[in-house]
């Protein structure tokens, strides 16, 4: 597992530890499905990247609380580009589970840390070793993860997807079938 994708994954379950999150008011909400959020074809536009999607459970999984999505390389290292999505009891869970996730991303992504003003509720991007964008949306947090193309323009790249996820997910969810 590289690096960093260790350290993301020590910051996602010590802000899970501290907050947990999704409560019994998630209990009513329809699954998300993160890939119906992030597609292939948003995650490697023209196929530039040659992603695939990442078959296993840790990469893909749906949920009413939380789900993930990742497309990845096919060559080592595994680059990846990916989404996942927290629902948390109410906004102020999520809120404070986003200032504390801001902690310790400044020393996992090498203290390139930033807000970004204009999008949802609140966010930062974790350049650097992560470059991961996370968002506050109400009650919703969004992490998402472009380790692929220039680097110069992975931030631009994370909004642009975030943006485009935060509108699917505030349309209705579909009937099931």
Same mark, same amino acid.
């Given at each position: ?23 019994? +008011?998630? !209990? =009513?909400?329809?699954?998300?499905? &993160?890939?119906?959020? $992030?597609?292939?074809? *948003?995650?490697?536009?023209? #196929? %530039? ?50 200032? +504390?996730? !801001? =902690?310790?991303?400044?020393?996992? &992504?090498?203290?390139? $840390?930033?807000?970004? *003003?204009?999008?949802?509720? #609140? %966010? ?54």
């Amino acid at each position: 597992m590289r690096p960093f994708l260790l350290l993301a994954l020590i910051a996602s379950v010590v802000a899970c530890a501290k907050h947990p999150g999704p409560a019994a +008011s998630s !209990a =009513g909400l329809a699954p998300i499905d &993160a890939c119906e959020l $992030l597609t292939l074809d *948003e995650a490697d536009p023209q #196929g %530039a990247d040659l992603l695939m999607p990442v078959g296993n459970a840790v990469d893909h999984s749906i949920g009413a609380d939380s789900a993930k999505c990742a497309y990845g390389t096919s060559d080592l290292p595994i680059q990846v580009v990916g989404m996942e999505v927290r629902r948390f009891a109410d906004a102020d869970a999520a809120k404070s589970a986003q200032s +504390s996730a !801001a =902690g310790a991303l400044r020393g996992m &992504a090498g203290g390139d $840390l930033h807000s970004v *003003e204009g999008l949802a509720d #609140g %966010a930062v991007w974790a350049g650097g070793r992560l470059n991961q964008l996370h968002v506050l949306a109400g009650s919703t947090r969004l992490i998402v993860t472009v380790e692929v193309g220039d680097v110069a323009r992975r931030e631009g790249r994370a909004r642009e997807l975030a943006r485009l996820a935060l509108g699917r997910l505030s349309q209705p969810a579909k009937p099931a079938p």
